[in-house]
T-cell receptor, first 112, second 114 residues
Framework: EDQVTQSPEALRLQEGESSSLNCSYT??????LFWYRQDPGKGPEFLFT???AGEEKEKERLKATLTKKESFLHITAPKPEDSATYLC?????????????FGKGTLLTVNP | DSGVTQTPKHLITATGQRVTLRCSPR?????VYWYQQSLDQGLQFLIQ???????AKGNILERFSAQQFPDLHSELNLSSLELGDSALYFC?????????????FGPGTRLTVL
């Protein structure tokens, strides 16, 4: 069974204080690893897809990296508007099943 | 705005009742997925449809069923509702061809069972 574990569960930063969120996974045949951002009461918003170890993607203050066992979401000089829950998900296996298995998320709070 | 629409936004009903949640995927997307999000379980995959056919099932209860229609919109039917069914229900869609595997989520339907 695919498993995704995110840490820490919650992270509080001061504006401008860079940090990283971790997503470790155990799957059989990784097809892709996905990062989403979710604001309270809203649907997850797609951020990145990573397909193979060594891959990196960037968007504004966010950078996602992937190894064979884990992914990191680096947040550089965060702003209060970056406050949200960040979700990691994996897509694995074969055939026509493209389901995502999600971690429980990291709740990020950025104080001004 | 992801382009995925869901109705209704909120639904309040009583135990034992039946409800239908509706989802319209992004233009051009052939796959629709349903997920349930509760405080203790996080986001859980329920079921996937591709171009009208069921493709995969997750932790979906027998009291729940879904279908995807020829115009590609999908409905999730929840029956004999219990208090524990209260949750956010999300629909997502994807193109699901080649490397374009990202799923785009709708705004969700918040179901409250009293």
């Amino acid at each position: 069974e695919d498993q995704v574990t995110q840490s820490p569960e919650a992270l509080r930063l001061q504006e401008g204080e860079s940090s990283s969120l971790n997503c470790s996974y155990t799957v059989s045949g990784l097809r892709g690893l996905f990062w989403y951002r979710q604001d309270p009461g809203k649907g997850p918003e797609f951020l990145f897809t990573l397909y193979s170890a060594g891959e990196e993607k960037e968007k504004e203050r966010l950078k996602a990296t992937l190894t064979k066992k884990e992914s990191f979401l680096h947040i550089t000089a965060p702003k209060p508007e970056d406050s949200a829950t960040y979700l990691c998900a994996v897509q694995a296996g074969g055939g026509s099943n493209y389901k995502l298995t999600f971690g429980k998320g990291t709740l990020l709070t950025v104080n001004p | 705005d992801s382009g995925v629409t869901q109705t209704p936004k909120h639904l309040i009903t009583a135990t034992g009742q039946r409800v239908t949640l509706r989802c319209s995927p992004r233009s051009g997307d052939l796959s629709v997925y349903w997920y349930q999000q509760s405080l203790d379980q996080g986001l859980q995959f329920l079921i996937q449809y591709y171009n009208g056919e069921e493709r995969a099932k997750g932790n979906i209860l027998e009291r729940f069923s879904a279908q995807q229609f020829p115009d590609l919109h999908s409905e999730l039917n929840l029956s004999s509702l219990e208090l524990g069914d209260s949750a956010l229900y999300f629909c997502a869609s994807s193109f699901t061809v080649g490397a374009r595997r990202e799923q785009f989520f709708g705004p969700g339907t918040r179901l409250t069972v009293l």
